[in-house]
């Protein structure tokens, strides 16, 4: 088969480290790819964005199967283009896609079919989202969150704890802060408990979860600073236990595929259910419509079956036949990030010790790398993540850590707690 993967972050790179394993499998393209990944597969230059050229190189080189990385050319209908063309592609149409795309389609369709998630209120104007921000604090929230309605690079959400700081960010958000993903804006009251990743394979007659996971997304330690894209992930969460399991599967995951077929959504690719557990009750954050990145690289590490297959079987409606094979270990990977992330930071810097840290046998996925006169260099705010596996969670970060104090580059760091949740629960 020939495979084409959009994107170019670490979950693309996680993809192809896994594709690239299928005996199903002769050549992966990337469009656009990073330095790492063109190790792996033949980078080719299109944006992920350029959806027409992305369906004329499918179909000029008779590409079997393309996996979407990415969020954005899923809500621009890349989809709904290939599936025009008869070209078979992993992932929802553009309608599917405002589980993602738009915070408050997600919110009434959860609504709608009784799955559980934080009670909130959608507003189009300035004026009438700060009064019900000052009235819920008057009522005595201990903190609220405020999102952007569309997409903005992870960016759009804030966590306030006092409404100074809360109609601060309303202001950016209806002053165009976020272009045009700011115009509505859903605030939420703010769940606490401890989150967790769920990612389902999903073809719109049948639902099937991977490996559970928790992504750590403040930049500093113990879970303090800016929110980012994630600063490492661990599988599996074990708060997400056997009791958590059910009540996810019978209150959000059925539900969600009620829900598709209810609505007649055109949904052949994956959900990441963003999960918060309080006492042992999940509810739902968040809906995104690709797979979670970080958490991608941690499932991926400890998935043992034939990836090609899964998601082929996926995107022809046929995941009732696919096998999925899992081992029990759990597996950890770090970000590596630029010096100024998640604000501004520079890039250009040699990256130096990655074929140290592949010597220890973590398996190192680029995020943001570029090749600048044939050395790596950083070229993103995340830039890497370095991945193992290991008997236990304790095994897994001694071994992700051994390798991160491998790589060096100008500014480069990460977070030294990244699985150390886990470890509490003895596991």
Same mark, same amino acid.
């Given at each position: 088969m020939?495979?084409?993967?959009?994107?170019?972050?670490g979950?693309?790179h996680?993809?192809?480290?896994?594709?690239?394993?299928?005996?199903?499998?002769?050549?992966?393209?990337?469009?656009?790819?990073? /330095?790492?990944?063109? +190790?792996?597969? #033949?980078? &080719?230059?299109?944006?992920?964005? *350029?959806? @027409?050229?992305l %369906?004329?190189?499918?179909?000029?080189?008779?590409?079997?199967?393309?996996?979407?990385?990415?969020?954005?050319?899923?809500?621009?209908?890349?989809?709904?283009?290939?599936?025009?063309?008869?070209?078979?592609?992993?992932?929802?149409?553009?309608?599917?896609?405002?589980?993602?795309?738009?915070?408050?389609?997600?919110?009434?369709?959860?609504?709608?079919?009784?799955?559980?998630?934080?009670?909130?209120?959608?507003?189009?104007?300035?004026?009438?989202?700060?009064?019900?921000?000052?009235n819920?604090?008057?009522?005595?929230?201990?903190?609220?969150?405020i999102? /952007?309605?569309?997409? +903005?690079?992870? #960016?759009? &959400?804030?966590?306030?704890?006092? *409404?100074? @700081?809360?109609? %601060?960010?309303?202001?950016?958000?209806?002053?165009?802060?976020?272009?045009?993903?700011?115009?509505?804006?859903?605030?939420?009251?703010?769940?606490?408990?401890?989150?967790?990743?769920?990612?389902?394979?999903?073809?719109?007659?049948?639902?099937?979860?991977?490996?559970?996971?928790?992504?750590?997304?403040?930049?500093?330690?113990?879970?303090?600073?800016?929110?980012?894209?994630?600063?490492?992930?661990?599988?599996?969460?074990?708060?997400?236990?056997?009791?958590?399991?059910?009540?996810?599967?019978?209150?959000?995951?059925?539900p969600?595929?009620?829900?598709?077929?209810?609505?007649?959504?055109?949904?052949?690719? &994956?959900?990441?259910?963003?999960?918060?557990?309080?006492?042992?009750?999940p509810?739902?954050?968040?809906?995104?419509?690709?797979?979670?990145?970080?958490?991608?690289?941690?499932?991926?590490?400890?998935?043992?079956?034939?990836?090609?297959?899964?998601?082929?079987?996926?995107?022809?409606?046929?995941?009732?036949?696919?096998?999925?094979?899992?081992?029990?270990?759990?597996?950890?990977?770090?970000?590596?990030?630029?010096?100024?992330?998640?604000?501004?930071?520079?890039?250009g810097?040699?990256?130096?010790?990655?074929?140290?840290?592949?010597?220890?046998?973590?398996?190192v996925?680029?995020?943001?790398?570029?090749?600048?006169?044939?050395?790596?260099?950083?070229?993103?705010?995340? &830039?890497?993540?370095?991945?193992?596996?290991?008997?236990?969670?304790?095994?897994?970060?001694?071994?992700?850590?051994?390798?991160?104090?491998?790589?060096?580059?100008?500014?480069?760091?990460?977070?030294?707690?990244?699985?150390?949740?886990?470890?509490?629960?003895?596991?």
């Amino acid at each position: 088969m020939r495979i084409l993967v959009i994107g170019s972050g670490g979950r693309e790179h996680a993809l192809i480290w896994k594709l690239k394993q299928s005996p199903k499998v002769d050549t992966i393209y990337c469009a656009p790819g990073n /330095a790492g990944i063109a +190790a792996d597969a #033949k980078c &080719v230059a299109i944006e992920v964005d *350029e959806l @027409e050229k992305l %369906a004329d190189f499918a179909q000029a080189n008779q590409i079997d199967l393309t996996v979407v990385g990415p969020e954005a050319p899923l809500c621009d209908g890349i989809v709904d283009q290939f599936r025009t063309r008869k070209l078979a592609i992993f992932g929802p149409a553009k309608v599917a896609a405002q589980l993602e795309g738009s915070k408050d389609f997600a919110k009434e369709f959860m609504l709608k079919y009784h799955i559980p998630t934080a009670k909130s209120a959608t507003f189009k104007n300035e004026k009438d989202a700060s009064e019900y921000v000052k009235n819920e604090f008057l009522l005595g929230v201990k903190g609220i969150v405020i999102k /952007a309605d569309g997409l +903005a690079a992870g #960016k759009g &959400v804030l966590v306030a704890d006092g *409404e100074a @700081e809360a109609l %601060a960010f309303l202001h950016d958000c209806f002053d165009g802060a976020f272009g045009a993903a700011g115009a509505k804006v859903l605030v939420e009251e703010c769940l606490y408990g401890e989150e967790a990743s769920i990612l389902a394979l999903c073809d719109g007659k049948t639902i099937v979860p991977l490996v559970s996971s928790q992504d750590h997304k403040r930049v500093g330690d113990n879970d303090t600073g800016l929110n980012t894209g994630g600063m490492g992930a661990y599988s599996p969460a074990p708060v997400v236990d056997q009791q958590v399991w059910q009540k996810i599967n019978e209150r959000i995951l059925q539900p969600f595929l009620h829900g598709v077929r209810a609505e007649k959504l055109d949904f052949r690719g &994956v959900i990441f259910v963003g999960i918060m557990i309080c006492d042992t009750e999940p509810k739902v954050l968040e809906f995104n419509v690709r797979f979670g990145d970080p958490e991608i690289q941690p499932v991926l590490r400890r998935f043992d079956g034939d990836l090609c297959d899964v998601l082929s079987k996926v995107a022809q409606g046929n995941l009732s036949e696919a096998k999925l094979i899992w081992s029990d270990d759990p597996a950890v990977s770090v970000v590596i990030a630029s010096g100024g992330y998640p604000g501004k930071y520079q890039k250009g810097f040699e990256i130096k010790g990655l074929a140290d840290a592949a010597a220890t046998g973590a398996v190192v996925f680029h995020a943001g790398t570029a090749l600048k006169d044939g050395k790596i260099v950083n070229s993103g705010g995340r &830039v890497l993540g370095v991945s193992a596996r290991g008997k236990n969670i304790a095994e897994a970060i001694a071994k992700a850590y051994e390798a991160v104090d491998k790589i060096s580059f100008e500014g480069g760091f990460c977070r030294r707690d990244i699985g150390a949740k886990a470890l509490k629960y003895n596991k």
